[in-house]
């Protein structure tokens, strides 16, 4: 699992609440929100929560609209184009804290565990 400062649970909980929904929430209009961190790598703004992403679009005042991406499509289609285009996730950025920039082999990976995890509670260990 990425790395969080001390007390930032921020990339755990979006994994968690992402498995179990089976979905994320990203910014769009006439294409995808991206961002660019210091060291200018390119990230796609992604949250588990459509209120997370309507309020960092307030705080940034674009014209983009919370749009829900299921987890089939985000992992089958964008995140292919994403890394052909060197993009990578920012994890749930706020007005107060920058998104947790993680690459997407790791957030495949985490999400693909946090999955089988629900699915064991759901579903009982399958033999």
Known sequence: MANETQG????A???????????V?????????LRTTETGQKYCPIFAMRDEA?????????DH????ITLVEL???LMV??????IMAGICPTPAKPAIVVSLDQV????MTALKDVMTERFGKQS
């Open 8 to 11: 930032d649970t921020r990339y």
């Open 13 to 23: 909980d979006f994994i968690r609440e992402v498995a179990e929904w089976e979905g």
């Open 25 to 33: 929430w990203a910014l769009y209009h006439n294409g995808w929100l």
């Open 54 to 62: 309507k309020s960092f679009e307030a705080s940034i005042q674009s």
């Open 65 to 68: 609209v919370p749009t829900a």
């Open 75 to 77: 992992m089958e289609s």
């Open 81 to 86: 184009q994403w890394r052909a285009e060197d």
């Open 108 to 111: 495949s990976s985490d999400l």
